[in-house]
T-cell receptor, first 119, second 114 residues
Framework: GAVVSQHPSRVICKSGTSVKIECRSL??????MFWYRQFPKQSLMLMAT?????????EQGVEKDKFLINHASLTLSTLTVTSAHPEDSSFYIC???????????????FGPGTRLTVL | GQQLNQSPQSMFIQEGEDVSMNCTSS?????WLWYKQDPGEGPVLLIA?????ELTSNGRLTAQFGITRKDSFLNISASIPSDVGIYFC??????????????FGQGTTLQVKP
């Protein structure tokens, strides 16, 4: 069964509004979660690392004020796309490492993704 | 960002045929993961590899961690229509510290003709 859930699965919003996406680890606690973005027919692009109890770590070129990440608990991380614009339309996917991010045998499990469409 | 070199980019095969795809890098990796992604869904883990030379099977799927630690391949035997999808390799590079970050290949799109 699924180990990671995301909500909502798809969202359509007007330009200028903010959208919150939730990522939940269902079967285990996760001090770290990852957020990815995927454009059609492309690979996954890591946006940021969500850290429970501390600030998220953003990849180069990702605006931290645009994509707010809050790791509220050991099972929940949220990504808020602020003042969304059409170019923010994409498929957003979170992942949770099983075994710990620093484990030598860690495996990452992905959520089902959230399709964001900004009109 | 850095990506793995995954090939082929796409494959169109007949049902029943075997499939092989691979990923290579100039860097050394300590973890290789293979995922399958269906349209509109998140990637699903197929096989995880952690040791050089490791050969692991999952049903009709077999993957190997290259001896040089710079490559990995995935084989699918006797393909069936439900094998259709995009296959991604992903790896954790030696020297990436304890970030847990993965580097992804560009994906191999597989189409199977019944």
């Amino acid at each position: 069964g699924a180990v990671v859930s995301q909500h909502p699965s798809r969202v359509i919003c007007k330009s200028g509004t903010s959208v919150k996406i939730e990522c939940r680890s269902l079967d285990f606690q996760a001090t770290t979660m990852f957020w990815y973005r995927q454009f059609p027919k492309q690979s996954l692009m890591l946006m940021a690392t969500s850290n429970e109890g501390s600030k998220a770590t953003y990849e180069q070129g990702v605006e931290k004020d645009k994509f707010l990440i809050n790791h509220a608990s050991l099972t929940l991380s949220t990504l808020t796309v602020t003042s969304a614009h059409p170019e923010d339309s994409s498929f957003y996917i979170c992942s949770v490492p099983l075994g710990g991010a620093s484990s030598s045998t860690d495996t990452q499990y992905f959520g089902p993704g959230t399709r964001l469409t900004v009109l | 960002g850095q990506q793995l070199n995954q090939s082929p980019q796409s494959m169109f095969i007949q049902e029943g045929e075997d499939v092989s795809m691979n990923c290579t890098s100039s860097s050394i990796f300590n973890t290789w993961l293979w995922y399958k992604q269906d349209p509109g869904e998140g990637p699903v883990l197929l096989i995880a590899l952690y040791k050089a030379g490791e050969l692991t099977s999952n049903g009709r799927l077999t993957a190997q961690f290259g001896i040089t630690r710079k490559d990995s391949f995935l084989n699918i035997s006797a393909s069936i229509p439900s094998d259709v999808g995009i296959y991604f390799c992903a790896g954790r590079r030696v020297g990436s510290g304890n970030t847990g970050k993965l580097i992804f290949g560009q994906g191999t799109t597989l189409q199977v003709k019944p």
